[in-house]
């Protein structure tokens, strides 16, 4: 059983231009997520899934630079790009880690495979957790089912709901525990604003070489809470727009 987890990455971004490559405490903000993901202890492998433009490039070569592998496929189409990375390195499951989802905890990654690994569901999805910081997991194998079967090619907005909705698959949900149930928090870099909540908490936490975990997070804000204001008016705008643009779920017929 080989497990992996996947960053699907682009330079390319409307709201908050070239946000990967915003700087934070001397790193790129895609290689704090990078040094997240290294941190974990069970998964195989760690891919980051970009697209065959060249300015995503740059993206490749921090992949290189960070010593973890990556997988070049279509720019809209996030799912085909997922299986072409998962045949490309034999996985069996993947773990999801949006790019702009910077503080996904390891602990939660790591979490994600082993509830794999014990009842084996086709999904694994997480409820509780600070908007933003929850990662995805998912069987090959339904990932497979999902693109012989849509009938969108641009899924790039939304396409976690072809796995999570409806009764195709079988979805494991997992409470997040109670000392770090914050849903309400938005930990997620889409906007300025969201820039400038992350680096307060880069500057209240960050040590170079040492993980900041969803746990000192959530206490530094509750130490803290004004940092709150900063992006609490950008999570409308947001779902707004993801409503607008969110893939039209739709399958054809299996023969």
Request: proline share 4%; with cysteine; hydrophobic share 40%.
């Amino acid at each position: 059983m080989k497990t992996a987890i996947f960053i699907p990455a682009r330079v390319q971004s409307s709201r908050l231009p070239k946000k990967l490559l915003l700087i934070i405490k001397g790193k790129t903000v895609i290689e704090h997520l990078i040094d997240r993901t290294k941190a974990t202890k069970v998964p195989d492998i760690v891919v980051l899934c970009t697209t065959k433009r060249k300015e995503d490039d740059i993206l490749v070569d921090i992949a290189k630079k960070n010593s973890i592998k990556y997988f070049r496929g279509l720019e809209r189409d996030i799912l085909s790009r997922h299986l072409g990375a998962a045949t490309k390195y034999n996985i069996e499951f993947i773990v999801n880690v949006d790019s702009d989802d910077i503080f996904c905890d390891p602990e939660y990654m790591d979490k994600t495979i082993n509830a794999f690994l014990k009842d084996r569901p086709d999904v694994i999805k997480w409820e509780g957790l600070p908007f933003g910081t929850a990662p995805l997991g998912i069987k090959v194998n339904a990932l497979k089912k999902v693109c012989e079967l849509k009938t969108e090619n641009d899924t790039e907005t939304g396409w976690g709901r072809y796995l999570t909705e409806g009764k195709m698959f079988d979805v494991k949900i997992i409470q997040a525990n109670d000392d770090v149930r914050y849903p309400n928090i938005r930990i997620s870099l889409d906007y300025p604003e969201d820039y400038a909540f992350f680096k307060k908490i880069f500057d209240g936490l960050y040590k170079p070489g040492k993980v900041i975990t969803l746990k000192e997070i959530i206490i530094f804000i509750k130490n803290n809470p004004k940092i709150m204001d900063i992006n609490k008016n950008v999570q409308e705008k947001y779902w707004k727009r993801f409503e607008k643009l969110s893939v039209d779920i739709k399958f054809r017929e299996s023969t």
